[in-house]
């Protein structure tokens, strides 16, 4: 039942708000999520690392994440300012996976408001449901600091149900990583983001 009064919300919220404002929802709900967690605050990438194996950080709440650590973030200086990171399973996929073999097809307002989120914001979300998890991912990240430097959040790519693959080409440009590598890791996980420096990317130095 809870299976369906999720996906039945969506359709009353948009009926009543429309797409535009369900990802303004969303979106305010990532937010308020990560800014929640709290401050969190590590000596090195070593020990941020191990955090996010063993799940004792905000950016593992939604489910197990792989820490890739033979895809670090080298910058110009020859310093490693980030890693790549899996999460394995999507928190969403279990009430999809029900929804579908019990009720049917996810309704179409599920693509409707990711259709506006990605024609609008960005094209990143395979289901309405990516908008709050990246978002209070970007959110998270902003609260924690490795080595007394903050943090972000960049989403690389996802995998929707049906096996549709969303990339995010600048950020991917941004770490240095190829798409094909990205691809590779999809196979067996669910969502793939970075974890970096604020202001850093790979090989250079960004301006905001």
């Known amino acids: ?14 009926s009543k708000a429309g ?3 369900v990802v303004e929802y969303w979106l305010r709900v990532g937010e308020s999520y990560a800014e929640r967690m709290g401050k969190e605050a590590y000596v090195g990438w070593p020990a941020f690392n191990v955090a996010m194996k063993e799940g004792r950080t905000s950016l593992t709440v939604e489910g197990e994440v792989n820490v890739l ?3 670090a973030i080298i910058d110009k200086d020859g310093d490693v300012i980030g890693y790549v990171y899996a999460l394995k399973t999507c928190p969403m996929a279990p009430t999809m996976r029900r929804y579908i073999s019990r009720i049917g097809p996810i309704p179409d307002s599920d693509t409707d408001v990711a259709d506006s989120y990605n024609n609008r914001i960005r094209d990143s979300a ?18 924690v600091t490795v080595a007394k430097q903050a943090l972000e959040c960049l989403q690389l790519a996802n995998k929707g149900m049906t096996g549709d693959v969303k990339m995010v080409p600048e950020n991917l440009a941004r770490i240095n990583v190829d798409e094909r590598h990205i691809k590779s890791i999809l196979r067996s996980a669910s969502c793939v983001f970075a974890i970096i420096v604020k202001g850093k990317s790979a090989g250079e130095e960004v301006v905001d």
């Open 1 to 14: 039942m809870m299976d369906i009064a999720i996906y039945s919300l969506v359709d009353d919220m948009v």
């Open 19 to 21: 797409t535009e404002g």
């Open 69 to 71: 650590t033979d895809l």
């Open 126 to 143: 395979v289901s309405n449901y990516c908008i709050t998890h990246q978002r209070f991912r970007e959110i998270a990240a902003n609260n």
